[in-house]
Structure formats: C-alpha cells, structure tokens
C-alpha cells in the first residue's frame, strides 16, 4: 500500500503540468461565465494550489514522507512552475527581462554578506524567486506607461504584494514566506517589525529596478542607484542592510 501510494503521490507530481493543462477547458466550461475574465495564468496557479493541497493529504493519510519522493519533492515542484510564471511576467515588459533572477542573486549576495546560515539563505532564495508572484495580475503593465505613474496607480501596481501573498497562503509549506512576500514594497519606518527577508528583498527589488530602463526615464548607473538608495537609508530601506548594496553588482 506504502509503495501504491508513494508511486501515485510520484505521478502527481511528475504531471502536475500536464494535468492542469488538460483539465483547462474543462474547468472553463463547468464553470461557465465565472471564469471568463480569469487569465490563464491566475487560474493555473489556483488550480495548482489545489493540486499541492490534494498531494498533501494523499501523503498524511498514507503515510508517506516527503523525502520519499525526493528529489521531486513539492517546494522544488512549485518552485520549478513559479520561476516559468516569473519569466512569463518578467518577459511581459521589455523594462523587467530578467528582473527576477537578478533580484535572487542580490538577496543571496546580501544575505551570505550578513553571515545567514544556508538554511535562512535558501529561504530567502525562494522568496525572492516568488516575490512578484502576484504580478500575474498584469499590474506589469503600468510599467509601459511613458511617464512618472500617479498615486492611485502606485497603489494598484503595489498592490500585487497582497495577491502574491494570497496565492502562496493555502500552500503549508509556504507560509513562512506569505509576511514576506506581503511586505517587501513597504518602507522600513512605515511599521517597526518587517519581516528580515521583507528588508532584504524590498533593498534587491529597488536597487536592480534602478537599473532597468522605464518607459519614463532611463536606466541609473550604479553609483546613482547606489546614491537613492544611501539617500533611503532609514526611511526606505533598513539602515542596517544599506552598507551590502554597494557589495551589489
């Protein structure tokens, strides 16, 4: 029984994609009009939340252990997805290719500099890759915007921090990530207890954005990137974190 079960928790995960890709149309077509406006991506994240959740119970009620199904194990399985839907929605605009990757290699580089244990790294390596997860809400395309964006767009491109932290919410093994990716676009004095990876990725995220181009204004050299965020020491960004940016290449 332990090896039928170990076996189909296997296939699951093997073909998730394949999966969810052939159940599509008909998820579409039993839900009916209330799904219409629901882009591809958004839904295949749901529906692969669900998917994690059923893999999860197949293995408590039987007993299985997560490391039997090693090395295809579900934190590697999701990651795998999100880093395509982050290359999906980096790919959306010409100003963000390869923004992600290059976020993850500053919080790396940042969190080795600070002297974190492997472990605390590799959660902050997974964060960072997920980050903008909520990004498949096509706030993206403000950036296209030939101009400085106003207040209230600001806010709706911000707000992908808190789809981004309801997607990953449902899923266990992610939920020492949700403050996070919840409040990485925060201010450091705008509350007094910021997640440390919040602090970290919110420093990476700016300083690499820095550096890209914008449909409003060109890209900073890293001296002048290195200038802004010295210049947000203390409001903007933690203090403590500021002196590793200029370690950031």
Same mark, same amino acid.
């Given at each position: ?8 928790? @296997?296939? /699951? ?20 009009? =209330? ?15 669900? +998917? /994690? ?17 090693? *090395? ?7 990651? =795998? ?22 976020? $993850? ?8 500099? +600070? ?29 296209? /915007?030939? @101009? ?21 919410? *449902? ?5 020492? +990530? ?13 509350? *007094? ?19 890209? *181009? @914008? =449909?409003? @204004?060109? =890209? ?21 974190? $500021? +002196? ?6």
């Amino acid at each position: 029984m332990l090896n039928f079960s170990n076996n189909l928790i @296997r296939q /699951l995960e093997d073909n998730s994609m394949t999966l969810l890709a052939e159940a599509m149309p008909d998820v579409r077509a039993s839900a009916g009009p =209330a799904l219409a406006n629901v882009p591809d991506s958004e839904l295949n994240v749901a529906l692969y939340a669900v +998917m /994690l959740k059923i893999i999860d119970f197949l293995r408590e009620s039987s007993g299985v252990r997560e490391e039997d199904n090693a *090395p295809s194990s579900l934190p590697q399985l999701f990651l =795998a997805h999100a880093k395509s839907i982050m290359e999906y929605i980096d790919g959306q605009s010409a100003y963000t290719v390869g923004h992600t990757p290059a976020v $993850v290699r500053h919080v790396v580089s940042i969190g080795s500099r +600070m002297g974190l244990s492997d472990s605390e790294i590799g959660d902050l390596e997974y964060a960072a890759w997920i980050h903008n997860i909520g990004l498949i809400n096509q706030a993206y395309r403000l950036d296209t /915007l030939a @101009r400085s964006l106003t207040q209230d767009e600001l806010k709706q491109a911000r707000n992908h921090t808190v789809i981004g932290s309801e997607i990953v919410r *449902p899923i266990e093994f992610l939920s020492n +990530m949700v403050p996070v990716i919840r409040y990485h676009h925060n201010h450091f004095n705008s509350q *007094p207890d910021l997640p440390l990876g919040a602090r970290i990725i919110a420093l990476a995220d700016a300083y690499q954005a820095m550096l890209e *181009p @914008r =449909a409003y @204004r060109p =890209a900073l050299s890293r001296a002048e990137a290195l200038q802004e965020i010295t210049k947000g020491a203390g409001t903007q960004f933690d203090p403590d974190l $500021v +002196m590793y940016a200029h370690d950031l290449t």
